[in-house]
């Protein structure tokens, strides 16, 4: 069955970097794209972006363009995202999810829809 | 950026049915917004129920449907279980974009 496996808690210091992994099995890694949200305590969902596997095109919500970077490794399945120079506020639980379901603007093919979640990966940013 | 709204909280009988919405507050919502609903039980990841307004994953329960209604996405529960006690969300796409609504606290009393 399809599954997305993310560690569970790093502990990082303000200023910092984390690079939160996410290993997919079994499905075809290339035929879908990769979504990032995050959950900060007590609140609602928050969407990252979303990266397409197999071209490589990502897409990031424009309040963390130029903080947070979206990768993958398809010869080990797993799809990364870096956020840079952590702050308190950056504290949350960071969900990757699958992403399937996409349309055609022009030229560009955008990703709509998510199914398989992980189970998140806490990230505490604390001094 | 757009705000996407939903009831911050709502509660339905056992049994009963309950229609939750999606709204955004740039233009009505439509199908070219590929609405999907998210399920998240206290210490759980999100779970998916509809995507593209109103399909269902194989997981769904049948008493699920998506929809649009008055211009907004809408969420609705047929014959509530206690098991179904949960926070939704409701997530728009504007292009490239994507944004999810604040959440709707659901309770089954």
């Known amino acids: 069955q399809v599954q997305m496996v993310q560690p569970g808690t790093e502990v990082k210091k303000p200023g910092a970097s984390v690079k939160v992994s996410c290993k997919a099995s079994?499905?075809?890694?290339?035929?879908?794209?990769i979504s990032w949200v995050r959950q900060a305590p007590g609140q609602g969902l928050e969407w990252l972006g979303w990266m397409s596997v197999y071209s490589g095109d990502t897409k990031y919500a424009q309040k963390f363009q130029g903080r947070i970077t979206m990768t993958t490794d398809t010869s080990s399945n797993t799809a990364y995202m870096e956020v840079r120079n952590l702050r308190s506020d950056d504290t949350a639980i960071y969900y990757c999810?699958?992403?399937?379901?996409?349309?055609?603007?022009?030229?560009?093919?955008?990703?709509?829809?998510?199914?398989?979640w992980g189970q998140g990966t806490t990230v505490i940013v604390s001094s | 950026q757009a705000v996407v709204t939903q009831e911050p909280s709502l509660t339905v009988s056992p049994g009963g049915t309950v229609t939750l919405t999606c709204d955004s507050s740039t233009e009505p919502v439509t199908r070219g917004h590929y609405p999907c609903w998210f399920q998240q039980k206290p210490g759980q990841a999100p779970r998916t129920l509809i995507y593209e307004t109103t399909n269902k994953h194989s997981w769904t329960p049948a008493r699920f449907s998506g929809s649009l209604l008055g211009g907004r996405a809408a969420l609705t529960l047929s014959g509530a279980q206690p098991e179904d006690e949960a926070e939704y969300f409701c997530?728009?796409?504007?292009?490239?974009?994507?944004?999810f609504g604040g959440g709707t606290k659901l309770t089954v009393l």
């Open positions: 079994g499905y075809t890694f290339t035929s879908y794209g």
């Open positions: 997530l728009l796409s504007y292009g490239a974009t994507w944004v």
């Open positions: 999810a699958r992403a399937r379901g996409g349309h055609f603007s022009g030229d560009s093919y955008f990703y709509h829809a998510v199914d398989v």
